[in-house]
């Protein structure tokens, strides 16, 4: 018997990898690989998660209470619509790089970890961006006119060289640090997809296209992909999501790839800006993301790369039929693994891109829901597993 015990215990430590060590091909945990190839079998079956930023930390007349577990998770404006929550938390890292305790728009980080956590133990996927400061300027991740000049060489400062390379490369570092502490009571590192340098095809982040040449931007990715690593990280997968500037055209859209060595996801940022729900905008909005999401799934295919839409939404939802009349026929063609609509914001509540009970889009939002292909976090319980 205690032979028994014995072998097994040999024969589960030399054939099965801890589930913190990385494996020998990626550097990543196998949850973490499972993911990725999950995340690209989503695509490709038809249904993509539906996900919602800062979904269960505060909404239209509420916010958690950061200082009491028992708030985690508990409440939800999406919840409070269509009574489950979205299989896709995100969270934002801004101004971790300063050493704050909370983020830039008021969470904790404490409680964004504990979120995090706890969506994983529901099945939930997380994903991270990160609206760090400018390190040059001291400004925010937005440009402003009065410091266009040091926002043109905020880029440069950073790479190796710079003036602010080394400060930079402590940045992130305090991102690893977090990414790192993201692990279970039981021991497994959360997997994660983590989303910086975003929007880069636009000039509004000190990263964007008027701030750096394209050379430089992938040096920016490269420096971060390496020093994660460097740093120990082997829970993240990298996702890229320009904006909808390429407007279809691939070789723009691939103009400043970082490389399929860097990249995981293949994203897209695409807002709705409609004024109201009689305005062409809305059909316009409709076409671009067509246009947009058929280039992305092309490259996707072409370089085996799980695809997202990494951000959308439409501010304020002034259609009650956007959900399902919009964006749903839209995201029905294309292999899109998951969608992720902005926050409502509590201290400024015509800044929403989900529905709240009593919105007008409300009703739309509980067909959307039941939609076959969307998927919300009582839908996905297996997005960890490693499929035959
Ligand atoms: C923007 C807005 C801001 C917010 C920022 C980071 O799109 O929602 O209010 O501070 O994202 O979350």
Redesign the pocket.
Known sequence: MITFAAALTIGCNSNKPKVNEPLADSGRTERTENMLENLKQLGDSGVYMFGH??DTVYGIGWEADYTNDSTIGAKSDVKSVCGDLPAVLSF?L?HIELGDDQN??GVPFDYIRKEAINHFDHGGLVTL?W?LNNPLSSGSSWVADSLKDIEQNTVTAVLEGGEKHELFLGWIDKVADFINSLETPYGVKVPVVFRPWHEHTGSWFWWGQDFCTAEQYKALWKMTAERLKEKGVVNALLAYSPGTEPNGEVEKYLERYPGDEIIDVLGLDAYCSAPDADSTLILDFAQKLDRNLAMVAKVAKEHGKAMALTETGYEGIKTAEWWTMTLAPILAKHPISYILV??N?RE?PT?HFAPYPGHISASDFIKFYNLNETLFLHDVNALYLKRK
Do not use: E, M, T
């Open positions: 930023h800062d934002d801004g830039l728009d961006s609206h902005w926050r914001a400024n800044h």
